[in-house]
């Protein structure tokens, strides 16, 4: 059997540079440190209003528990009327991440 050796000759333009994966997953990961979403920004990642955000992710007993910031969680969630919501964006990013199956299926 025969072997070709050739060599290729990639140009990368001079905006653009090359990553591996495992640094492009860190990368996309520290946009969101230090950031904090409203409940508009919420909707927007997830596709849903927040009348279902509420009912569905925020307010079921078996969520709230590791949401709520006094319990711990990532979650302000507010006292009185006029009060913004406030979700640490890393952290709720990686809970919808890790929960989907319990939040939008019958995994319940």
């Known amino acids: 059997m025969q072997k070709l050796h050739a060599e290729i000759v990639i140009t990368i333009p001079d ?3 090359i990553i591996t994966k495992v640094e492009y997953e860190e990368l ?6 230090g950031v904090y979403w409203s409940m ?11 009348d279902w955000i ?3 992710i925020l307010y079921p007993q078996r969520f709230k528990k590791i949401l709520d ?5 990532f979650v302000y969630y507010p006292e009185t ?3 913004k919501w406030a979700f640490q964006a890393t952290k709720m990013a990686e809970f919808l991440e890790t929960n989907f199956r319990k939040i939008f299926g019958s995994d319940v």
């Open 40 to 50: 508009k920004d919420l909707e927007k990642r997830i596709n849903k209003k927040s």
């Open 28 to 33: 996309k990961q520290s946009e969101l440190l």
């Open 15 to 17: 905006d653009m540079v």
């Open 81 to 83: 009327k006029g009060q």
């Open 54 to 56: 509420k009912e569905s």
């Open 69 to 73: 910031i006094d319990n711990g969680g």
